[in-house]
């Protein structure tokens, strides 16, 4: 284990279904990521949380919602996702967002989600 | 703007034998660099971490990497393969945008082993 939590590992959800990925860490990080990978494409980021802030939206869809109640912890809400949605979700933790090559990145095992 | 170019999707190599995975970079400044592996159904593990010191890096199971800014190159090499190698690799450079790190993943490189 990595230090980095995610559940569930695997998730199907049909288009209309409204789901939530969870990932949790106790590294006394305080910066987390949202990650999608798909495919034969390179990761994307999606979120970026520094001390409980989202810094960073790239430009993700509104049915993505992230959600961060603490600095250990931090959700992502799905609602009526497309096929295409379908990928690797991974979350990443991180000293602090602005110094984050120092002391590295630790990511999770991710959540794979099929929409159908 | 920075990128990550990994020249080769797959590389497949016999047990025992050296390894080589070529990352090059682009950068506007002094990039961080790092490889991260992933195996099957798993999130990626970093191998090791270029952060401006020593050129040659050691990372963990016999993984190193050299920073060479004249070839903006970052390759990654082992010299004898073992068969718990075999994940896919990701370069991955690092650049500051507007106060956050900013990371930029390469398409990644599939390493096979052949017994």
Redesign the interface.
Known sequence: E?G?T?TPRHLVMGMTNKKSLKCEQHLGHNAMYWYKQSA????E?MF?Y?FKEQ??NNSVPSRFSPECPNSSHLFLHLHTLQPEDSALY?C?SSQR??????N???????T?LTVV | AQSVTQLDSHVSVSEGTPVLLRCNYSSSYSPSLFWYVQHPNKGLQLLLKYTSAATLVKGINGFEAEFKKSETSFHLTKPSAHMSDAAEYFCVVSDRDFGNEKLTFGTGTRLTIIP
Request: without cysteine.
């Open positions: 990595t980095v995610q034969k494409k390179p990761l980021l970026v520094n810094t960073e991974l990443a967002a602005d110094r984050a090559s120092l590295g990145y630790t990511f999770g095992s991710g794979r």
